[in-house]
């Protein structure tokens, strides 16, 4: 059974940064897309970027030129590094796995989620 976990949320003031980690565990890493999405209070889960298995990478506009998605394929781990933060991206933050090739920004297509790691961006 795949498993995700996700770590390194927080409290952080805004301009500040948090690195986001997502391990894996119960399959095989390297034949995982592993995207990550986040949802705010009363707003519907919002796609943040993806890293397919070839480490090519796609990012939500929002989020360009501040958030960067790696993957270790060696620690079985995915990683969310958010810099500049903004009050706005204050939400909880959730990883998920893909065997998919196409359509990477949508969460239907993600067969693995984590529990969510909560981020707080303060003023």
């Known amino acids: 059974q795949v498993q995700l976990v996700e770590s390194g949320g927080g409290l952080v003031q805004a301009g500040g940064s948090l690195r986001l980690s997502c391990g894996v565990s119960g399959g095989t890493f390297s034949a995982y897309a592993v995207g990550w999405f986040r949802q705010a209070p009363g707003k519907e889960r919002e796609f943040v970027g993806t890293i397919r298995r070839n480490g090519i990478t796609l990012h939500t506009d929002s989020v360009k030129g501040r958030f960067t998605i790696s993957r270790d394929n060696a620690k079985n781990t995915a990683y969310l590094q958010m810099n500049s933060l903004k009050v706005e991206d204050t939400a909880v933050y959730y990883c998920?796995?893909?065997?998919?090739?196409?359509?990477?920004?949508?969460?239907?297509?993600?067969?693995?989620w984590g529990q969510g790691t909560q981020v707080t961006v303060s003023s």
């Open positions: 998920a796995a893909s065997t998919a090739f196409l359509s990477l920004g949508v969460s239907g297509s993600y067969n693995y």
